[in-house]
């Protein structure tokens, strides 16, 4: 099964700064939405941050304004800049692809640890 390969996780202290990344194979086509979901324990997976083909973004309230989403089309890479980071944001971040298409595929990465220490 084709996943997305993700990378740059790990700890920090509170207020620190963490940048994931995430490539797509060149085996998938027509990428239309990216983004980021994320998963604390006993908790159920949540949208972080999300960024459309034409560059449109969506932000969970709660990392509005210290998280910035980005691609890079060429490259099939979706980047997710985190800053002023607290202990709540530790979680699992998956990255995740949607392509277009009247019947479109979800793909997903392995999963990635941040732990926000207090």
């Known amino acids: 099964q084709v996943q997305l390969v993700e990378s740059g996780g790990g700890l920090v202290q509170a207020g620190g700064s963490l940048r994931l990344s995430c490539a797509a194979p060149?085996?998938?086509?027509?990428?239309?939405?990216m983004g980021w979901y994320r998963q604390a324990p006993g908790k159920q997976r949540e949208l972080v941050a999300v960024?459309?083909?034409?560059?449109?973004?969506n932000y969970a309230d709660s990392v509005k304004g210290r998280f910035t989403i980005s691609r890079d089309n060429a490259k099939n890479t979706v980047y997710l800049q985190m800053n002023s980071l607290k202990p709540e944001d530790t979680a699992v971040y998956y990255c995740?692809?949607?392509?277009?298409?009247?019947?479109?595929?979800?793909?997903w990465g392995q999963g990635t640890q941040i732990t926000v220490s207090s």
């Open positions: 960024i459309s083909s034409g560059w449109s973004t």
């Open positions: 995740h692809a949607r392509t277009a298409g009247a019947f479109p595929l979800n793909y």
């Open positions: 060149r085996s998938i086509f027509s990428i239309n939405a």
